[in-house]
């Protein structure tokens, strides 16, 4: 494979002609660079005013982030192997360079370092130019892009689903709060389960915890909202990129959110990706990936919030729900309550009509699976 550095020289020409392109007047390549340099002062760390609150962006270096999007390309080169690559402090754009240097056992890994070295020099620069793209995007939105490795990436996706990048529009800091509690359930979510959900979100909110779910109908939003309302902070972990509206029900509720400081979007997909089922699904690990606990409003034994059950039993994460009422709707409620009693590795059944100070010691009462 040539040198890397060739191919990215040619890029930044053509992306500083095509930039140059959008101004009127337009400038020449010098008064180009001179512009560009000096609004990258503020790139990789700035502030904007929110609501009167400040908050701090941040933002990749695109030559970056286009290595780790051509990593992605190389079948089985996933979170974990973009985890060993940190933890050997290797740089992506090292790996591309020289692929032998990242240790990686057995045949598997004789097969990723030959599949990274075939990476053509065409599939380079389309990566290098979607990461500037990407950036470029981010700061139209405001929003930050997280690379794993970074300072401010949260330690408990880190240690449990490792995504090589985070997207997030909202303030870093709620990322790695001190205490999280995910709350899932079905779209369908009815009485007495919807009202428990509420008073459950609500608490979380009055108590400190941050609350995450996936902006969902349903469940998901009702616990969003419970928390806002009374000044609590959520997370809202979305299956899509997040400039996307999904739903389009929850436009409002979008609008609302982007304007509250107490409110952070955040996802595993670049900017213009749209949902589909398996982003849905990936949604869910990375909701219980930055949890400590996890707890199962509603859901039927097929509902998409059992997934979230499944990762948390994967993540040894502990599990709440509500007890069933035994209907088909709540039959995954069920399920994680026979779980818990039959091997100690599912959820701690909560009675519907318990106090609700009872709930925010889930923590503490529900399985350590350990």
């Known amino acids: ?45 700035r502030e904007i005013g929110r609501r009167g609150r400040r908050i701090k962006l941040q933002l990749p270096d695109p030559v970056h ?21 940190v933890e050997q402090r290797i740089e992506p754009r090292d790996v591309l360079e020289n692929p032998s240097q990242l240790s990686l056992p057995g045949a598997v890994g004789i097969r990723i370092v030959q599949e ?22 981010a700061q139209s939105h405001s929003a930050s892009i997280l690379v794993i490795g970074d300072s401010d990436y949260p330690k408990r996706v880190y240690d449990h689903n490792p995504v090589p ?14 205490k999280t509690t995910a709350v899932v359930g079905s779209r369908n979510i009815r009485e007495p389960y ?9 608490t979380l909110g009055e108590v400190g915890r941050v609350h995450v779910s996936g902006f969902a109908l349903g469940a998901d939003s009702i616990g969003h909202e419970a928390v806002v309302n009374v000044g609590g902070k959520t997370m809202c972990v979305m299956p899509c ?33 749209g949902a589909s089922s398996l982003r849905l699904r990936k949604r869910n690990k990375l909701i ?74 889930c923590n503490k009462q529900v399985s350590s699976l350990t």
């Open 194 to 202: 919807l009202g428990q959900t509420r008073i459950l979100a609500q």
């Open 165 to 178: 990048v985070l997207y997030v529009r909202g303030d870093l800091s709620i990322l790695s709060s001190a």
């Open 65 to 85: 982030l286009g290595a780790i999007y051509a990593l992605e390309q190389v079948h089985g080169f996933g979170p974990v192997k973009f985890r060993t690559m």
């Open 288 to 361: 219980v990936a930055f949890a400590d606990e996890v707890f199962v409003a509603q859901s039927a034994l097929d509902g998409g919030a059992m997934n979230a059950y499944r990762f948390s039993i994967e993540q040894k994460k502990p599990v709440g729900t509500f007890r069933s009422d035994s209907t088909p709707e709540t039959e995954g409620n069920a399920f994680i309550e026979s779980d818990f009693e039959n091997t100690l590795r599912g959820g701690k059944p909560f009675e519907l009509d318990e106090r609700v100070s009872h709930y925010i010691k």
């Open 116 to 137: 990274i070295e075939s990476i053509s020099n065409s599939t380079i620069v389309k990566c290098m130019d979607r990461a500037y793209r990407q950036v470029e995007v």
């Open 241 to 273: 990129g997040i400039d996307r509206l999904f739903p389009p029900e929850n436009r409002e509720l979008r609008k609302q959110f982007l304007e509250d400081p107490n409110v952070v979007f955040v996802s595993e997909f670049g900017f213009g990706q």
């Open 1 to 45: 494979m040539e040198s890397i550095n060739t191919h990215l020289d040619d890029l930044t020409v053509e992306q500083l002609d095509r930039w140059r392109g959008t101004r009127k007047p337009t400038v020449s390549r010098h008064e180009a660079i001179q512009l560009l340099l000096r609004d990258s002062l503020s790139l990789y760390s």
